[in-house]
């Protein structure tokens, strides 16, 4: 009797969890603070767009959660991604940003990963950004042809990161003369090192680049646009047009998939899915706030949303490539 009476009493308890488990969004997030996840340091662009993201999406989120941005700079943001694929909470309170080329790791023998990307629960990227390696009007590199001849010491951060693998990848595979001294935090850092004559110049995101005083105030020239078409807004040559075969071109358009999925934000695995569709949402209408579009251009950053179907297709189209492909653009890579 004791036994029996004892389990009746515990079964409205258990429904009671289980409605806790299963509790609407709305009813969820009130009253919560949503991370939005940093993989670089204060400063640089990847910074900015978590700030703004932070600032806007709390209004298009159900229930009317509280938003904060959060730095967690190291290896290029490899170390957040890490983090959130195996230890951040995965109860939709946390997402983060980090480099498109750190989905790419596992394909193309990166160091340090240690995740699926596909079980990624993507929510979006806030642009499309172009990749441009800048150098000191001062270095012995000024043009695209130079660096035949001449050695570009760039900065970098770590694995995964636009910063290391791209002038690693175009220096292997097209015989450029780049070297690459690792281990800045993020792009601002880089940029820092440039200024102080640390080392000669950078590979970083046009966007990056535009704001940077530097740049504006004519101490930096972009040698070469890396992007799969040429970014109008910048006047430079197209890396892309220096293949001179077949496999050259093949590996070039697979390497730069990564320009495709912009500035990817994903939340854990295992993160209820009615939650991830509200995270998506409210990103989705977030960037379409007017007050989000107005900082943005004040900013001199460049909205452009991508879906996080649009970066699974990406990537699912990257992990299709034919292992020679593969076997080349990983060799360019160095690995």
């Not at 993507?122 to 043009?143: E, F, K, M, N, W």
Request: glycine share 10%.
């Amino acid at each position: 009797m004791r036994i029996s009476t004892l389990f009746a009493m515990l079964l409205p308890l258990t429904g009671l969890c289980g409605a806790a488990k299963a509790q609407a969004p709305d009813v969820f997030y009130k009253g919560k603070t949503i991370q939005v996840l940093i993989g670089y340091s204060v400063g640089g662009t990847d910074d900015t767009w978590a700030r703004l993201l932070a600032k806007y999406l709390p209004e298009h989120m159900p229930g009317k959660p509280g938003a904060v941005p959060v730095n967690v700079p190291g290896a290029g943001s490899l170390l957040l991604a890490n983090q959130i694929y195996n230890t951040q909470p995965k109860d939709g309170t946390v997402f983060g940003g980090f480099n498109r080329g750190v989905p790419f790791e596992p394909l193309l023998g990166g160091a340090g990963d240690r995740f699926d990307p596909a079980k990624f629960n993507y929510i979006g990227s806030p642009d499309l950004d172009t990749l441009v390696c800048v150098a000191r009007v001062d270095a012995p590199v000024q043009s695209l042809a130079d660096l035949k001849t001449k050695e570009l010491v760039v900065g970098g951060t770590g694995s995964g990161a636009d910063s290391q693998t791209y002038p690693e990848f175009i220096a292997n595979l097209l015989g450029l003369k780049i070297k690459l001294v690792q281990g800045y935090p993020g792009s601002a850092d880089i940029l820092l090192a440039v200024e102080r004559n640390e080392v000669q110049g950078g590979c970083v995101s046009f966007d990056t680049i535009a704001r940077n005083a530097n740049y504006r105030d004519k101490k930096l020239r972009i040698i070469f646009q890396a992007a799969p078409k040429p970014d109008p807004r910048i006047d430079a040559p197209s890396v892309i047009d220096l293949a001179t075969t077949d496999q050259e071109k093949a590996a070039l358009e697979l390497f730069l998939r990564r320009q495709q999925v912009g500035r990817p934000y994903a939340a854990p695995p295992g993160t209820p899915k009615d939650r991830i569709e509200a995270l998506r949402a409210g990103f989705a209408a977030a960037m379409a706030d007017p007050g989000f579009k107005a900082d943005a251009e004040q900013a001199k950053i460049n909205a452009h949303y991508v879906s996080p179907a649009e970066i699974e297709a990406v990537l699912a189209a990257a992990y299709s490539a034919t292992p020679e492909v593969i076997a080349l653009t990983k060799k360019a890579m160095g690995r």
